[in-house]
């Protein structure tokens, strides 16, 4: 594998571990009532917005060419806002482990998309490799959040229509802005991508903001908010773009399908769950679908990465 290539691969792999825990991370900021699904999703817009034009103080300065501008405008509609509202919001409306299912739809869509506008070849290892994961990650959450109580203020159909848009949204900047991605630092791009995504939110979702009693939120509720901020948006989407860079889109999609094995596995070493034989058996078929995609490559392929 070349270096450029498994430094990506790393890179989708920190993600996806904090990836992994930010479901329940968010279902448990928001179900002390005072911050809402919308104020979270502010928060990390404008949190990680802060934060990355802190960063770029610490890194070359990389002018945005005029041409530039508005593709970056759309990719940040549909890899920020359109993704990151819809599934924040969609969370508050259902179960963790449903938000989860849906995203295995990512990699499927992402495959499709990637072959009529890329290029990419589909082969049969591929799709065998796919279908193996979403298997696994759909038995290994469907088993431990079938018993799931739902909370007060749960719409779980529409919670799921969000959280499919959202995926849907991700799917399509995975693969028709992998060019434009290509051509900047992660640190510039995102910079100017949270930008836009917090000046087209904050508008609409200031009031809600501007209601919370902040002052009577509890220790934890701001680790949640701090989590969500600091490692689930900022460092995470450093790692996606760096890794964008580097890897095929139904490769950096893939990673996906470890957020539910690692969010299970947190819930085992924490005593809230258990593994028995069906978590085994998901595990593995998520790992082993995940290592046949990744690992499908031509010679043409190698040269592409």
């Known amino acids: ?23 329940p991370v968010s279902k448990l900021v928001m179900q002390q009532g005072e911050v809402s699904s919308a104020s979270l999703a502010t928060f990390r817009l404008l949190g990680a917005a802060l934060l990355f034009w802190l960063a770029s103080a610490f890194v070359p300065r990389e002018p945005i060419k005029r041409k530039h501008r ?3 405008f759309y990719a940040s509609l549909f890899g920020i806002i359109f993704n990151q509202m819809a599934f924040t919001v969609g969370v508050g409306f259902t179960s963790p482990a449903d938000a989860a299912i849906i995203t295995t739809i990512t990699p499927v869509l992402t495959m499709i998309l990637a072959a009529f506008v ?5 082969t049969g290892k591929k799709i065998i490799g ?18 799931a109580a739902a909370l007060p203020g749960d719409n779980n159909l529409l919670g799921d229509i969000l959280c499919l848009a959202s995926q849907c949204s991700v799917a399509v ?6 060019n434009l991605i290509g051509r900047y630092s992660p640190v510039t791009l995102l910079k100017w991508m949270f930008t ?14 501007g209601s919370i009693h902040y002052s009577a939120l509890p220790v934890q509720t701001w680790l949640g908010i701090a989590y969500v901020v600091a490692l689930a948006t900022f460092v995470s989407y450093i790692c996606l773009s760096f890794a964008q860079q ?13 957020q539910p094995v690692i969010a299970s596995s947190v819930a085992v070493m924490w005593g809230m769950d258990h593994f028995g034989w069906m978590k085994v058996l998901s595990v593995l078929l998520v790992f082993t679908g995940v290592l046949l995609v990744t690992g499908t490559r031509g010679k043409r392929a190698v040269q592409e990465q």
Do not use: D
């Open 1 to 23: 594998m070349p270096s450029e290539a498994l430094k990506g691969h790393i890179a989708m792999g920190a993600a996806a571990v904090i990836w992994g825990l930010m479901s």
């Open 70 to 72: 508005l593709p970056l």
């Open 118 to 122: 890329l290029r990419e070849m589909v």
């Open 130 to 147: 796919v279908c193996a994961s979403a298997i696994g990650a759909m038995l290994l959450v469907s088993g431990s959040g079938a018993h």
């Open 173 to 178: 900047y995975f693969v028709f802005f992998k």
């Open 196 to 209: 836009y995504a917090a000046a087209a939110c904050l508008p609409f979702t200031f009031r809600e903001v």
């Open 246 to 258: 580097r890897l095929k889109p139904t490769a950096v999609s893939m990673y996906n399908y470890c």
